[in-house]
């Protein structure tokens, strides 16, 4: 079971997006502390970073495309209760 996203069991959880946010915002810092180290595995890491930061950052739009449909269709959740699937 998630520990982190919002649940009917945890319906305070957090959404997808603002987890996805967290995690960009953490890897820019990381990524911040090796951009002028010039040694090959560092930029070999600092690359991958921001390919990582792209990913995450077409992530980031869908986990709000999916939110923005969810509500526009049917509304905040409520109840603790799915808004679609099985409970």
Do not use: C
Not at 1 to 7: E, N, S
Not at 58 to 80: C, H, N, P, Q, W
Request: glycine share 4%.
């Amino acid at each position: 079971m998630t520990h982190f996203l919002a649940t009917e069991e945890k319906p305070n959880g957090y959404k997808l997006e603002d987890i996805l946010v967290l995690i960009r915002s953490d890897l820019i810092k990381r990524a911040t502390k090796i951009v002028d180290d010039a040694r090959p595995e560092a930029r070999h890491v600092l690359d991958n970073n921001i390919r990582i930061l792209s990913l995450l950052s077409e992530a980031i739009e869908l986990a709000a495309d999916s939110t923005k449909t969810l509500e526009r269709s049917f509304g905040a959740s409520t109840d603790g209760q799915p808004r679609i699937g099985k409970p």
